[in-house]
DNA sequence: TTGTATGCGTTATCAC
DNA sequence: GTGATAACGCATACAA
């Protein structure tokens, strides 16, 4: 026999697929006795829904997109293994598109979800604002943004932690700590979260009278890490007097961290450093790493909530939501 | 104007919908002037194909699904990544399952999937045997498996790296070293890879004359880490000779080099320590961890080609494929 | 080379 | 409370 179809189901309980349908969906009325008749012979049989026939006459996919620069990067997977448990929960799949920071691959993908007939799209994360029109479909598909600044905010809801209290908690814990001359490592490009905790960074700053300097106070790194330890070097030589560092996530600093030691320099005697992200492997460096805990839990459930809300009503388009940030201090900034 | 269907683009291309099909698919004849009519229609109104009917007539959903334990393991994303890179391209959609490593939500997925019609079916790691006897239908997927046993090895394509030789070669390079007495620091529960990686252990320490002592030699970690300072400390007690440690992941190799550091012990000097994965913060870790770097390209791309290939003919079934691993010398163990 | 007609499995409308 | 049937968009067998 091949698969069971609604068809069947409706022949062995003696009954029409109308009311087969009715029973599954547990829509309309029916008699207690063809329920169960109905229920018994599609347990024996193990029939199963044939998804794409319910898609095409419901217009609807039971499956949302997700948008994700690099999956293997902790933060992200962490975020994404959260999403996709919640959207499982709540019946829809979950597929995945790794841009790999690709413009190209974006729309590509963009495309094929559009084709696919997805109910939802998140996005996360990016250089580039979002922006939803590349979509060539007459109706947009709802959609929301995790640190990924949208093209227009009045077309879907944003999603984010406070980069900007993290950032300026984590530069206070600096000086509190007794340095005089913090500064930010930092990517060359800059996505939504890093513009937001290079602000939180200057403002600390300011609030306790230290004037930013531009190029002192800015160690501009490579997003492939090539050379790091070179513009190190050539960053000490020029601020030489700089005795703690705030890096824009753990993976800075973790590398900055073991090339000073590397150097001599001790950590954090003569040069404090803190990241962003809290991954495991904070715990397990030597020094361990200080870090900004981002409440991945919270931003996932937000993001699927805000989501399924959008697909039935948008009301609350052009919301923007900020997931607080928690210190997570440890042996490297004390 | 509501989405384009394939009867939009005949009205307005003054064709029938057959002809259209056939030019889309470019499958059967059609003059070249009626091809390029067609295209021109198409790419005017930004036509694109409904998959949720294609999939139902085709029956055929170009999808696959990736059954994975935890993906925001550095290792499984890795392989996730590349997986979904080549399937785009191959045109197929990824259905990311974290199974958070349950049985019941495997089973649920697998439930899903089904539904779905997915044509495909990867099966990354996981402790317990595979049986893909879990789906209801009577036609059985077909899936691969990526470091995880069959129930049956005649109904699937074993992918894996050679664990057994990553393992010996880390064995003995602790040997070549000076180690005596190295241990091994695995899970208590251990997967198909898992015991690849003891045997290779056991065999290096054969090689080279040294017995190994079950209660000695081997270092049994809680999977969550829990009280993982004490266990240390219980083992270290009782086989006080330690002068190596192979662990079985880095992530284990890691948090046993900080506890070490931080109970005195100097890593190299006193117990040298590799690890298995090479992920990138065992370059920013000090001292740097040594350890077996596994081709996640080479084993993503073999699992996508042999599903593929599945697909269309059962030849290669009970096939076993070994990628090879090499060693990568660091720090913590010259 | 092209058109007509059918059916894939489902839900929803309408009639009974 | 239940059944018959149209429609979703597509590919294809068969006709022309």
Redesign the pocket.
Known sequence: M??Y???DIAQLA??????V??V??D?????E??RKKVLAIIERTGYQ??FS??N????KSFSIGVLVPDISNYFFAQVVQKIEEILFKQGYATIICNTARSEEKEIAYLQMLESKGIDGLIVISGAKSFDIQKLKGPQKIPFVCIDRKPRNKSTTIFIGSNHYQGAFEATEHLLKNGCQHPVIAMHTTATPSGVERLNGFKDALKKNSIFFDDKQASLLLDPDHTNLTDTLKTFLKESPNTDGIFAINDAIAMSLMSNLLKMGIKVPKQIKVIGFDDTPQDNYSYPTLSSVRQDTETIATTAVTSLISLTKNTNDLGKSIMVPVTLVPRDSSI
Do not use: D, Q, Y
């Open positions: 091949a698969k179809s609604i068809k003696g009954v029409s697929v109308a009311t349908s009715r599954i969906n829509n309309g009325r029916f008699s006795e063809t829904t044939n026939a319910k095409l006459r419901m217009n």
